[in-house]
């Protein structure tokens, strides 16, 4: 019988030696092909929550359903409601994943969907990072505050940031050039959820009110008026340090007279009235 012979000290650290660097190689491209597949997902629910707003606004003579969510006023028809009990009102404090589930479900755009997890990008883990319940959120979307379409009184601090808030779809010009949907890393102690509605008023501050989220490389998704979905880039570094530190000084750097992502965010924004629109 013919011995086998083994393999000698210097020939497995050579093997070994091989497979680091193939893993150091393939890693990269599994990092960014990983990426790219949550990217593809996000911007795939981005048109989706488009396509059911349109939905929602030709079933209802045009008009725009409440983009502004809230804990009162839960009979209004909003696109998403915060957490819910069985009972239907609103949880507040630390709560299950089941009340966040249901506040998607009980909202006026899941009846065009039917899959909460078009709600959440798959990049967004603060459901599972949370340092406490209260904090956990899921829904990973929202819309600019412009488009709250509240009744008057629906909230002050809001409602004095713009001149008009538009009530019907064909308000919105340009559709192809306007988003309607964005990521949100919303985090306030004060809040179970992503409250409100995504506010950005350069015309009168010089500071980003709310970060956008950071669950992309660099950049950040946007779902607009038309139909479609893309990735933007962020120019400048230190925007992206804003958002993804999320300090509660957000100052426009560089100014926004200078800015690109500034005006980029400006450009997209859905309404604007004369005197809001960039200069």
Request: glycine share 6%; with cysteine; net charge neutral.
């Amino acid at each position: 019988m013919r011995n086998r012979r083994a393999f000698t000290l210097i020939e497995l650290l050579v093997v070994i030696a091989i497979i680091a660097v193939l893993m150091g190689v393939l890693m990269p491209s599994l990092r960014a092909a990983r990426e790219l597949a949550r990217g593809s997902s996000c911007l795939a629910n981005e048109r989706s929550l488009v396509f059911a707003y349109t939905m929602y606004a030709d079933d209802n003579d045009g008009r725009l359903v409440r983009g502004h969510v809230n804990q009162t006023g839960l009979d209004t028809p909003m696109w998403v409601l915060p957490p819910i009990t069985e009972a239907g009102a609103y949880a507040g404090g630390p709560v299950p994943l089941s009340a966040r589930i249901r506040g998607i479900e009980r909202g006026a755009l899941f009846p065009y969907l039917r899959n909460t997890k078009m709600y959440h990008c798959p990049g967004d883990d603060r459901f599972q990072s949370a340092a406490t319940l209260d904090q956990a959120m899921y829904r990973s979307y929202m819309v600019p505050d412009v488009l709250s379409a509240g009744q008057k009184g629906f909230h002050s601090w809001t409602e004095n940031r713009y001149q008009y808030f538009p009530k019907k779809l064909v308000e919105i010009k340009h559709a192809s050039r306007k988003y309607i949907f964005l990521e949100s890393e919303f985090q306030n102690p004060n809040f179970n959820y992503d409250h409100g509605a995504w506010s950005f008023a350069p015309w009168i501050d010089d500071r980003w009110v709310d970060a956008l989220a950071t669950f992309h490389s660099k950049s950040a998704n946007f779902g607009f008026a038309d139909g479609h979905a893309e990735k933007h880039k962020w120019v400048h570094t230190e925007t992206w340090k804003i958002f993804k530190e999320d300090t509660m000084d957000k100052t426009f750097d560089p100014p926004k007279a200078e800015n690109e992502d500034v005006r980029w965010c400006w450009e997209h924004f859905p309404y604007l009235a004369e005197s809001e629109k960039p200069r």
